[in-house]
């Protein structure tokens, strides 16, 4: 009787494929120290790229800056002593084990190198590609939408000038079917995924084609031009500033501007449709809105942003434990939960909120600031019979939008305000030196065109150089106010309420 032994089946006793061999380390990187598994058969430099993206990734986790290279240079894996590993051979062949710690870091190229030049043809050319780079796809794509946007301003200016002294659908039709066209491209292009250059040339594109949608609306209306032509283009042009920041979420301060620039002459416009008001009366009442806007803007851009301030208690104590008045007095949670109430999720939405803020504020300032501007050019009428009295309220408005501009830590924002006086001055100026068109008010009007930019340069100069007590400071805010105290008595005379309350 001959008993076999059973054989082992090849196919099932056969070995796996061998895993390769692993290795946990501890890589510094800069200032942290982070658990990487390597692989220890393969050789260093293979796994230095894929090392530093990962190390980038997880620092970019943990908020800490990345590590960059330099100009000239390698990144290297060190012993903690600063002596790097090999780049040819594995890190079990170098004595890496689990537990290792290890050194990332970028070792800069000490040797110097200079180009070989063989001729000065070649310098020449090298020079000048590093120092006037050549047309790239970012540089062609923005140059040939600006060359859009002024061909489709120009043409639709034209319309509207030829709209202007004549009666007719033409302007109408085209600047509806130009707006038409840019509003599908700019969909179009929007729709589509890509970086920021798309999606830079799908806004110009959807921006500019507001202009002639605008202009089209306004040429619609039958008859000669007036307010009920330009209440309907501007009431197209609110409408499109809300359809852009509404599904966009970009171009908040360019669309408050509009938004709120639009809605004031369209009340304009209704009104002096409506009442057949007179154009002082219109552009004073128009100046004191302004001047109020400017001012309250801050508590407005805070309440567009939903940015709710804190409530703080009485001094006596009392209410001090009773909920927000924003906020419910009772608050039911689930069982094993803390009560919260209503507020931020995280740090990320408080600084998306102060961004927000920040647009709807420059949005507003520009607005308010604009319509300033142009209500106080626009009352300065050089034949009326008590001219100086514009003037003076003129000048009153100038130096309160200027001493308020120290009210913003953004330079923007203070260069918005500063620019607006200096613009007032200078619209005031030349509308007199057109208006009277004499020798006496032509010197008189570039002296304080030149002057007034002149005095600004001084004062950007000195001022924030310079530091002023207390007292001055206070001085200047008192100087404000008597300025905006002296605004509305003026615009009221200006208006004639005055004469209509004494003559009642």
């Not at 599908?184 to 110009?204: E, F, P, Q, S």
């Not at 300065?380 to 000048?395: E, Q, S």
């Not at 002296?447 to 340069?457: D, H, M, R």
């Amino acid at each position: 009787m001959t008993i076999e032994r059973q054989r082992d089946n090849p196919a099932i006793a056969a070995p796996g494929p061998a895993l390769p061999d692993r290795v946990l380390v501890a890589v510094i990187a800069g200032a942290t120290k982070i658990g990487v598994v390597l692989d220890a058969t393969a050789a260093v430099s293979v796994q230095l790229a894929a090392l530093v993206d990962l190390v980038n990734t997880r620092l970019g986790e943990l908020g800490q800056p990345p590590l960059t290279a330099g100009p000239r240079g390698r990144w290297t894996l060190c012993w903690v002593d600063g002596s790097p590993l090999k780049p040819g051979l594995s890190l079990a062949a170098q004595g890496v084990s689990d537990g290792t710690r290890l050194w990332l870091r970028f070792a800069a190229d000490t040797e110097a190198r200079i180009n070989v030049v063989e001729h000065v043809t070649s310098a020449v050319a090298a020079e000048l590609s590093k120092r006037w780079p050549a047309v790239t796809p970012v540089w062609a794509a923005r140059v040939g939408a600006g060359m859009v946007v002024a061909g489709v301003l120009a043409a639709t200016a034209l319309m509207g000038r030829w709209r202007y002294g004549h009666v007719g659908w033409a302007p109408a039709v085209y600047c509806g079917g130009l707006a038409a066209v840019l509003l599908a491209a700019a969909l179009i292009v929007l729709t589509r995924r890509g970086g920021v250059v798309v999606r830079g040339l799908g806004d110009t594109l959807l921006l500019t084609g507001c202009v002639p949608a605008a202009v089209a609306a306004a040429a619609a209306v039958p008859g000669p031009v007036g307010a009920p032509h330009a209440a309907l283009g501007l009431a197209t042009a609110l409408v499109a500033a809300l359809l852009v920041v509404r599904f966009t979420g970009r171009h908040i301060a360019l669309g408050t501007a509009v938004l709120v620039t639009a809605a004031a002459g369209m009340v304009v416009g209704l009104v002096r449709m409506v009442l057949v008001t007179s154009a002082p009366i219109l552009l004073a009442v128009l100046l004191l809105v302004a001047v109020i806007g400017m001012h309250v803007a801050p508590t407005l851009a805070r309440w567009a942003a939903g940015i709710r301030l804190p409530v703080f208690p009485s001094a006596s104590g009392r209410w001090i434990f009773e909920a927000r008045p924003d906020l419910p007095a009772d608050h039911a949670v689930a069982s094993g939960q803390v009560a919260t109430f209503a507020g931020p999720e995280s740090v990320r939405e408080v600084t998306v909120a102060t961004d927000r803020a920040h647009a709807y504020l420059t949005g507003l300032l520009v607005a308010t600031t604009g319509l300033a501007v142009v209500c106080s050019v626009g009352l300065c009428d050089p034949h009326a019979p008590r001219r100086w009295l514009p003037l003076v309220l003129a000048g009153l408005v100038a130096v309160a939008v200027l001493l308020r501009g120290r009210s913003f830590t953004d330079r923007w924002q203070a260069t918005i305000l500063a620019g607006a006086a200096v613009a007032l001055v200078v619209g005031v100026a030349g509308r007199y030196v057109l208006g009277l068109w004499t020798m006496p008010a032509l010197l008189v009007g570039v002296s304080v065109i030149v002057a007034v930019p002149v005095a600004g340069l001084v004062a950007g100069v000195v001022v924030p150089n310079r530091f002023y007590t207390p007292t001055f400071r206070k001085v200047v805010e008192w100087i404000e106010y008597v300025c905006l105290t002296g605004i509305f008595p003026l615009a009221f005379w200006l208006m004639g309420v005055l004469a209509a309350i004494r003559y009642r």
